[in-house]
């Protein structure tokens, strides 16, 4: 999901550098995409609607009778489409997300592509439609939920645009902070549909907490959202603690409560003790924060900081650039500026390569650390005699059948592809060898005509028929080696044709050993072309039969180490036993898991994999150098960089969203008793940046049928404000 607190305002370089990352996720300098570039791969993803079929099944009657035809059911209608007219009423900035694009796109365009364009737009609006129908249960409801979307007024230039319980909720958040002289911290990222309407296979109802404007992101380069659990267990690691907060609830019971407090409906106690938790969390999240920044030695950092002040320069001198393009300037300075852009990109790949060779020594504080962890687990595993690359849990048994599943079908089509050749290639030794029998039938009349006169030229006819069995022989010697390799492949396959039947002794003319000579003459490239087409599925078709085996044989292998391990460590085979035996593996398969991230944050550390240490800036998994506040415009990285506990009490008192204040303890406090789910309390993806409203959320989630009791008030006096 695209993150950021607020969208580039000044053409700057290092707002540059806070690109979302959904336009310049990984990118190296020279390879980032322009915000433009992005907005046309949007516009140019189309609509994956799915177009279904409706099929009438029709039972035969009882009775060994048959039943008189009759005439075929007539076809159920197909479901109307959705009303989208009402869209046309919608503010620009909704409709644009729904079609994916502007209508001062049209205006560009040649006719042709704009009735390529307005014909996706209105795909784009039904699939729009339906999708929104299985969040909030009918179209009626869409209609009514996305005509209560509005802008706040937080800022002219950049709104935030959410939906009016979600407004209403942050205005009810920025009276309680305004009381405490803090002011409601800026941000524009609210309502972002981001394409997800158009393709929510695989997505969760909960997904779609931005998509209807009931979710909220702040500050993302000083937010980021951690999901890598290499970096994770870095991070616990290192500090010691997670990079989520542990509110020490349950899912459910946490939004139970913070939806009953954003309701007023939770007991004072209930929910003081849950603040008291935020509080203790968000202290300790900071003090870790800091400390994984700091904790390397400054002496060592030089090499990261080189690579980065590299990466700076490569920006401004992008940005010089183009203001010189944007501009018109004269070609000589234009020229001028690529090549000073050429040369910073160069130094830029000489720092980075002269950093990765130094990561080992860099980054060897963190790797003691993470061999110390790793030690432990190895011993704990040793001392119960288990071998953890074997021993495997529901995921991994998961990916293992899955991986079968994936191989087999492939091997099913080539499978199919290579019989298809097998059985032309039999085919044609079928009816050489039927053209052979004829052969032979002619050659024993020749050879006893009985009271028959053979003419002269006879003595030839048998030269010539056996001239034609010498082809006919060669042509099925050709298609033993391709037989031979397919029969390889395909277990169990008939490599050979029914045994011709021997004809008796045919009377024949030169017109008929003519005949023979010419039939047995085209055989040869019909094996030819067939014969070829082996090579194309035999290899391939082999390789994935020893695929298939070796996982299947790696599958029962591992089940049964498993199943020996839980029988082991269980000390038996009676139920018992076996819970004893499964609680025990599955802890271990917990392990398993920290194991291997453990060992991948190591190796990442010391290799840059995946851009681990060095990457563009990004909101989500951000690059060691971003984490350690190395990157230009991160808002001094971290992985978690609140504003100052005081400031801005002047926006505060003017009712003024501030840019640089307000993103606090009081804040996250306020949001809380206010309804709104924290992001930075998923453990395993700790979404820092991000809040929601629980009741929005749960909306989505039961198809609409939850009431949403939020947003009646604003609702009210909204409806007061327009009356005449």
Known sequence: MQRRSRPARRDDPEDQALQPASIRRGAEPGTEMRPDEAVDLQRLAGNQAVVSRIMVARDAGPGSVPAPPQPAAPA?????????????????????????????????????EVNKRLAQRTANRITFMNTM???????????????????????????????????????????DLKAQNSPMPQTDVALGLRGDHLHPQGLSAGWFTHATGFAIDWKAAALPHIKDPRLIQLFKTVTGGTPHFDLQKGVTQRLDLIEKMGQGKATASESQAFLDRIESEYNRLKADSDKFKTDLPETSLAPL?????????????????????????????????ADALTAAIATFDEKKKDAEAQLGKIFEPWTRLLDVEIAKIDKEAADKNVDLTQLMGTFGFKELRDKGAALRVKQGGLERSARRILAEIVEIQRQVQALAARVDAAKAW??????????????????????TRTRADAVVAS??????????????????PKPVTALRPTPVSAAAVAALHTAVVRFPAKATASTDKVASVAKPLADLNAAVATNATTLAERTAYRESTVTTLGGGIDAGSRKKGEKAVADL?????????????????????????????????????????????????????????????????????????GFNLAFMKAMVSRGFELGVAWAGESDTMHFELVEGRRLLES??????????????????????
Do not use: C
């Open 446 to 467: 020749l050879a006893a005509p009985g009271t028959a006169t053979l003419p002269a030229a006879s003595t030839d006819w048998a030269t010539d028929l056996d001239a």
């Open 133 to 175: 129908r299985w969040l909030f249960g009918s179209d009626a409801a869409t209609q009514t939920h996305f005509g209560e979307i509005e802008p706040m007024d937080n800022d002219t230039s950049y709104p935030l645009w959410a939906h009016i319980s979600t407004r209403e909720r942050l205005l009810e958040a920025q009276a």
């Open 589 to 661: 398969i917990d392990e398993k898991i920290k194991w291997l991230n453990l060992k991948g944050a190591k190796e990442a550390l010391q290799t840059n994999a995946e851009g681990f240490v060095f990457k563009a800036a990004d909101v989500r998994d951000p690059a060691i150098t971003q984490l350690l506040g190395m990157m230009s415009g991160t808002r001094g990285g971290g992985m978690f960089t609140p504003d100052a506990e005081t400031g801005g009490e002047a926006e505060a008192k003017a009712g003024k969203w501030s840019d640089i204040h």
């Open 305 to 337: 900081r080189e690579v980065e002040v590299a990466r700076a320069a490569v920006s401004t001198a992008r940005w010089r650039l183009g203001r010189l393009q944007a501009n018109r300037a004269k070609k000589a300075d234009v020229t001028a500026a």
């Open 479 to 496: 298609l033993a080696a391709a037989k031979a390799s397919l029969g390889a492949v395909l277990p169990g396959a008939v490599l050979e």
């Open 703 to 724: 198809g609409g049928t939850r009431a949403l009791t939020a947003g009646a008030n604003l609702r009210a006096q909204e409806a007061a404000a327009s009356q005449p």
């Open 76 to 112: 159920a209608a197909a479901p109307a489409p959705p009303a989208i007219d009402w869209i046309d009423g919608l503010p620009g900035a909704i409709q644009t997300q729904i079609d994916t694009f502007s209508n001062d796109i049209l205006a560009k365009l040649p006719v042709a």
